[in-house]
């Protein structure tokens, strides 16, 4: 697999799970060149106009793009590796976070996720559901362990590239 890979999507959203992402992608970054983008996306309720102004969830998803490219270009230092971030307004996010991948010519998703339980059955988001059932290339996806809490990551209006490491 990695020897095919030279485009990489990273969707970002402010969890903890989104470290170990960006890690695994700097793995595989490691022993090549290739373009790296991170993505979060804001989702539009339907009541309003996909193209609303949202300032409080654009000026968040900023945020966590900034933290998350610092992070990323840390781990990346010295290293032949293109990394954009990419902000984007949908409806849902794993509709945009595929439609993007398609749109790039990804070869990998490396996305972090947790359990979700819904009517007493533990299973995955509907994010992670219509990345993993929908998309063109191939995706790693990665759970914390089972006990452990899931935790914003400390990726506020502040955040740094420190904040990541804790």
Known sequence: MEDRVKRLVVPINGQ?????????????A????IELTLIHVVEVPQQLPLDAELPAEIERGEAILRGA???AQSLLTGKTVQVESELLQARTAGTAV???AIERGTHL????????SKHGKVGLGETTRYILQTSPCEVIVMRQAMGQAEEDAVLTIAATANSWGR
């Open 16 to 28: 903890r799970s989104d470290e170990r992402a960006i890690r695994v992608a700097a793995q595989i």
């Open 109 to 116: 998703i490396i996305m972090g996720t947790r359990l979700r």
């Open 69 to 71: 490219e610092k992070f």
């Open 30 to 33: 490691d022993r090549k060149a």
């Open 98 to 100: 595929v439609d993007e």
